[in-house]
């Protein structure tokens, strides 16, 4: 069976974790995503084991051809890969692709001996927006948790503000793009035309906040940090101490508050003033906390869970990234899984996607990411250049061919958003 996007080409001009992140589903859903970095690569492969972990997990399987877009010849292949591309992604700084003169209406038209791609759909990434006060801004993940109001809300009620402990913003914008692409490729499928597709991690941040955001137009109340606990409703994504670590626990419904109170053993809790309402609850959490400590404080947190969603309530036990991958329930699902491929500096294992497709084959077996320029030869010759015209651009430094060079301050200063 082949993948949804085979046939697909996408072209990734990124860099971090938004693009390459969109790219990579577009990768594991079957598209040739062709990398094209500057001669010196990506960021990202020069940061240590910081950068490591990002580009490995959100570069495998595409293919790298490294190019100097700064020279003449080097914007001409990059202009022919868009000529044969179906999408393009970049995160470049607002106008750089049209200074370049490889902005969407200019690939799309084509002219001065560069082949038209009209029914190109493009996508610019950014960190606020490409037009307006802000647009000229550098912008990573974390500023956009901060401007966004996520961190506002994020911590304990009496400490200082908190990042959420991954790169959810950038993750979330890849998901975005992802989903925007692929409605612009079904449109386009179904004759539609092209298409320019522009979004920000601003937007996203905020986005992806709408219940909260909604009930702070709804009712005018500011949210607040509150910790691990829900700030309208308890329990609810409260920490609760067991005998080998904590587990989350949610069961704030009536029915849900006497099920517990009844597994527990302390049914008149249901009609005590101090916990019988939701209401009371959240004012009183300090003492359900205690209660509920009480109750589990001599289980494990895996029994405590088993007990509990045997029994219909919502109930996590916390986990290390060990003990998450080596859980029962996380190997059965093999969201884990093999590279195929790997070598002495690439990692052994990978995350797919999060879903299953019954018509697309398991991705067992998937692709590392690629090294610096690993396709550069092939590509270039899939775009008719000779050999001998291969070995001049690579003479030239106008392309690099399987090759590792330690990045200059001014290189990644240049490629950030």
Same mark, same amino acid.
């Given at each position: 069976m082949?993948?949804?996007?085979t046939?697909?080409?996408?072209l &990734?001009?990124?860099?971090?974790i938004a693009?390459?992140?969109?790219t990579s589903?577009?990768?594991d859903?079957?598209a040739d995503v062709?990398?094209?970095?500057?001669?010196?690569g !990506?960021?990202t492969?020069?940061l240590?084991?910081?950068?490591q972990?990002m580009?490995?997990a959100?570069?495998r #399987?595409?293919?790298s051809i490294?190019?100097?877009l700064a020279?003449?010849?080097?914007r001409?292949?990059?202009?022919?890969?868009m000529a #044969?591309a179906?999408?393009?992604?970049q995160n470049?700084?607002?106008?750089?692709?049209? $200074?370049?003169?490889?902005?969407?209406n200019q690939?799309?038209?084509g002219?001065?001996?560069r082949?038209?791609?009209?029914?190109?759909i493009?996508v610019?990434?950014? #960190?606020?927006?490409?037009?307006?006060?802000a647009a000229?801004?550098?912008g990573? &993940?974390?500023?956009?948790?901060?401007?966004?109001g996520l961190m506002?809300? %994020?911590?304990e %009620?009496?400490r200082e503000?908190q990042?959420v /402990?991954?790169a959810v913003? &950038?993750?979330?914008t890849a998901n975005?793009?992802?989903q925007a692409?692929?409605?612009?490729?079904l449109?386009?499928?179904?004759?539609?035309p /092209?298409a320019?597709i522009?979004l920000s991690?601003?937007e996203t941040?905020?986005?992806?906040?709408?219940?909260n955001?909604i009930?702070?137009?709804? %009712?005018?109340r500011v949210?607040?940090?509150s #910790?691990?606990?829900?700030?309208?409703a308890?329990p609810?994504a409260?920490l609760i101490r067991t005998?080998?670590?904590?587990?989350?626990?949610?069961?704030?419904t009536p029915p849900?508050?006497?099920k517990?109170?009844?597994l527990?053993?302390r049914?008149?809790?249901v009609?005590d003033p101090r916990?019988?309402?939701?209401?009371?609850r959240v004012?009183?959490r300090?003492f359900l906390? !205690?209660v509920?400590?009480?109750a589990f404080?001599?289980?494990d947190?895996?029994?405590?869970v !088993?007990?509990?969603?045997e029994?219909?309530?919502v109930? /996590?036990?916390v986990? %290390?990234?060990e003990?998450?991958?080596?859980s029962d329930n996380?190997?059965e699902l093999?969201?884990? /899984?093999? *590279?195929?491929?790997?070598?002495?500096?690439?990692?052994?294992?990978?995350? $797919?996607?999060?879903? $299953?497709i019954?018509?697309?084959?398991d991705q067992s077996g998937?692709?590392?990411a690629?090294h610096?320029?690993?396709?550069t030869?092939? *590509?270039?010759a899939?775009?008719?250049?000779?050999q001998?015209? *291969? &070995?001049e651009l690579v003479e030239?430094e106008v392309?690099?061919?399987?090759?590792d060079?330690?990045?200059t301050?001014?290189d990644?200063?240049?490629?950030?958003?």
């Amino acid at each position: 069976m082949s993948a949804p996007l085979t046939g697909i080409r996408v072209l &990734d001009l990124t860099q971090y974790i938004a693009g390459p992140g969109a790219t990579s589903v577009l990768a594991d859903l079957g598209a040739d995503v062709i990398k094209v970095e500057p001669v010196r690569g !990506e960021a990202t492969r020069h940061l240590g084991s910081f950068g490591q972990g990002m580009f490995h997990a959100y570069n495998r #399987g595409k293919r790298s051809i490294a190019v100097n877009l700064a020279t003449t010849q080097g914007r001409d292949i990059a202009s022919s890969l868009m000529a #044969g591309a179906d999408v393009v992604v970049q995160n470049l700084r607002p106008g750089a692709m049209e $200074r370049m003169g490889l902005g969407p209406n200019q690939v799309r038209q084509g002219g001065s001996g560069r082949p038209g791609n009209p029914g190109l759909i493009h996508v610019s990434i950014s #960190g606020f927006g490409s037009s307006g006060v802000a647009a000229k801004r550098a912008g990573l &993940d974390i500023a956009a948790q901060a401007e966004s109001g996520l961190m506002s809300i %994020t911590g304990e %009620t009496d400490r200082e503000p908190q990042r959420v /402990g991954f790169a959810v913003v &950038d993750v979330a914008t890849a998901n975005a793009a992802a989903q925007a692409i692929l409605a612009a490729l079904l449109h386009r499928e179904r004759g539609g035309p /092209g298409a320019d597709i522009d979004l920000s991690l601003i937007e996203t941040a905020i986005n992806i906040q709408s219940a909260n955001l909604i009930e702070y137009f709804s %009712t005018g109340r500011v949210p607040f940090r509150s #910790g691990n606990g829900q700030p309208s409703a308890a329990p609810a994504a409260d920490l609760i101490r067991t005998r080998d670590g904590h587990i989350v626990l949610s069961s704030y419904t009536p029915p849900h508050w006497a099920k517990l109170c009844a597994l527990i053993g302390r049914p008149e809790l249901v009609n005590d003033p101090r916990l019988g309402t939701l209401d009371a609850r959240v004012a009183n959490r300090d003492f359900l906390h !205690e209660v509920l400590d009480s109750a589990f404080e001599s289980m494990d947190a895996d029994a405590c869970v !088993e007990w509990l969603a045997e029994n219909g309530l919502v109930a /996590g036990a916390v986990r %290390t990234y060990e003990q998450m991958a080596e859980s029962d329930n996380v190997k059965e699902l093999g969201i884990i /899984g093999k *590279i195929e491929n790997p070598s002495h500096d690439t990692p052994d294992r990978y995350v $797919r996607l999060p879903y $299953r497709i019954s018509t697309v084959d398991d991705q067992s077996g998937a692709s590392r990411a690629p090294h610096l320029g690993e396709h550069t030869v092939a *590509i270039l010759a899939e775009l008719g250049h000779s050999q001998d015209r *291969i &070995d001049e651009l690579v003479e030239n430094e106008v392309v690099v061919a399987n090759a590792d060079i330690p990045p200059t301050s001014e290189d990644v200063r240049s490629r950030v958003l």
